[in-house]
Structures are given as C-alpha cells and as structure tokens.
C-alpha cells in the first residue's frame, strides 16, 4: 500500500512509525496531517525536533534531561538533597513532579538491570548513586515493578547497606479507582502486606 505514496511521504511515515506505540496507520495519518497543515507549523515542528537533540543534555548530578547543568531541581536550594529518588528514566522525573508531593532530589539509573538483555552494573548510572549516597540520606528506590526493576533494587540496596543510608521502596497496592475483582494475584498480595493502620 505504501509503494504508491511518494518517497518523502514513505520516509515521513517511517519516522513516525518507529515512535513507541505508533503504528503505521497512526504514523500515516500524522504524516499526512503534516502535509496539510501550514509550511510554519511543519518548519516549526522540524526546528523544534532539531533544537531538542541539540539543546538537551543529561544532568551531571542526577542524570535527568536539562539544557542547563546542574538541572533546575538539582540546582534548587529549597529541596531536599539527602532525600534521592531513583528512577529508571529521567520521564520518571516528571511523573513525581506532577504530583507535588516530592521535595527532594533525582537520580536516574538509566535503566535497569537485564542479564539477558546485556544490561549489567556497568550500563548503568549506579556508580555516581553510591558516590552521592553519603551517611544520613534516604535513597528511594522507584523503579517499575518488575523482575528486572526488583533485581536493580535488591542490588543497589546490598551497594549501600554498610554506608548507612537509609533504603526505602514505593509502597505498592491498588491503584485509586480500581476494582479488586479485577487486580492481578501479586498486587493483591503486596497490598495485603503492605497494609496500614487508619
């Protein structure tokens, strides 16, 4: 079906394809949206995506996106810098951010460990946590739960367990507004041990 679309709308249609969670039908409507919609705003999208790759870069500290280093928070006094957040990726960051409801600071491992994957220790950003984990901190471990996102927290919590610093994880159970009929077998049964006093 593509073969009749010009080169540059099949290049165009590529591009947007190979985004998480697009798939052709999706990446060809916004070609084609693309096309229709003014030469400014096509210029202005192209500018935009050019101006992310060469703007953006990691933060020394914390290893989250910034176009100034230190980042904003790592750079903003108010917060709490022995209280580290650690996430898989800086988009992480911005999840906590919404909420208000964090005063301390980040720090993203790049990923998490995947022996089959061919992600040990070294492809990630453990080495800089343990150098910034000093005596008296609180390292919040907020990586996905999963079973590479439980190995890394297992891992990281052994790296730090003589340095006194204390290791927490997020808590996990149900999600507001979910059913218990339908949640799965292990967030039941971590909601379960996890439970609070009212």
Same mark, same amino acid.
């Given at each position: 079906?593509?073969?009749?679309?010009?080169?540059?709308?099949?290049?165009?249609?590529?591009?947007?394809?190979?985004?998480?969670?697009?798939?052709?039908?999706?990446?060809?409507?916004?070609?084609?949206?693309?096309?229709?919609?003014?030469?400014?705003? #096509?210029? =202005?999208?192209? !500018?935009? *995506?050019?101006?992310?790759?060469?703007? @953006?870069?990691?933060?020394?500290? %914390?290893?989250? $996106?910034?176009?100034?280093?230190?980042?904003?928070?790592?750079?903003?006094?108010?917060?709490?810098?022995?209280?580290?957040?650690?996430?898989?990726?800086?988009?992480?960051?911005?999840?906590?951010?919404?909420?208000?409801?964090?005063?301390?600071?980040?720090?993203?491992?790049?990923?998490?460990?995947?022996?089959?994957?061919?992600?040990?220790?070294?492809?990630?950003?453990?080495?800089?946590?343990?150098?910034? #984990?000093? =005596?008296?901190? !609180?390292? *919040?471990?907020?990586?996905?739960?999963? @079973?590479?996102?439980?190995?890394? %927290?297992?891992? $990281?919590?052994?790296?730090?367990?003589?340095?006194?610093?204390?290791?927490?994880?997020?808590?996990?159970?149900?999600?507001?507004?979910?059913?218990?009929?339908?949640?799965?077998?292990?967030?039941?049964?971590?909601?379960?041990?996890?439970?609070?006093?009212?």
């Amino acid at each position: 079906m593509l073969d009749s679309f010009p080169d540059s709308i099949i290049r165009l249609i590529d591009r947007f394809s190979s985004f998480p969670g697009i798939g052709k039908k999706t990446a060809q409507r916004m070609a084609f949206h693309v096309l229709k919609d003014s030469n400014e705003n #096509a210029l =202005s999208l192209a !500018e935009a *995506v050019k101006d992310v790759k060469s703007n @953006i870069a990691a933060c020394s500290l %914390c290893g989250g $996106i910034t176009e100034k280093d230190p980042c904003t928070i790592c750079d903003d006094s108010k917060r709490d810098s022995s209280l580290i957040c650690v996430v898989e990726v800086p988009a992480d960051i911005y999840a906590f951010e919404r909420t208000s409801g964090f005063n301390g600071v980040y720090h993203v491992l790049g990923g998490v460990l995947s022996p089959l994957d061919g992600i040990g220790p070294d492809e990630l950003n453990i080495d800089s946590l343990v150098d910034r #984990a000093s =005596s008296g901190n !609180e390292i *919040v471990l907020a990586l996905n739960p999963s @079973i590479e996102g439980d190995t890394t %927290c297992l891992y $990281i919590s052994k790296l730090l367990a003589d340095d006194d610093v204390k290791i927490t994880r997020l808590a996990r159970g149900i999600p507001v507004g979910g059913e218990l009929e339908y949640t799965d077998d292990a967030t039941l049964l971590r909601a379960m041990e996890g439970r609070t006093s009212l």
